[in-house]
């Protein structure tokens, strides 16, 4: 198994965990997980269109 295999979800995974955090530790209780929780679904919703992408870009290479 190559953990490697998609450097997109290294790029992304660092930053939006940082992001999350920050938000959890600074942002007041009442709107703490809503948006740390944003920052994580947006970092899947990101993830999951280039990886799409990238097959459909192989699907018309063939």
């Given amino acids: 198994m190559n953990t490697f295999k998609h450097k997109r979800y290294w790029i992304l995974m660092p930053p939006s965990l ?4 920050s938000l959890i ?5 009442n709107k ?6 944003l ?5 899947w919703i990101v993830y999951y269109m280039d990886v799409l992408c990238k097959e459909k870009q192989q699907e018309e290479v063939r």
């Fill in 18 to 21: 940082l992001i999350s955090i």
């Fill in 25 to 29: 530790i600074f942002i007041p209780d």
């Fill in 32 to 37: 703490r997980t809503l948006y740390a929780f």
């Fill in 39 to 43: 920052v994580i679904a947006l970092f």
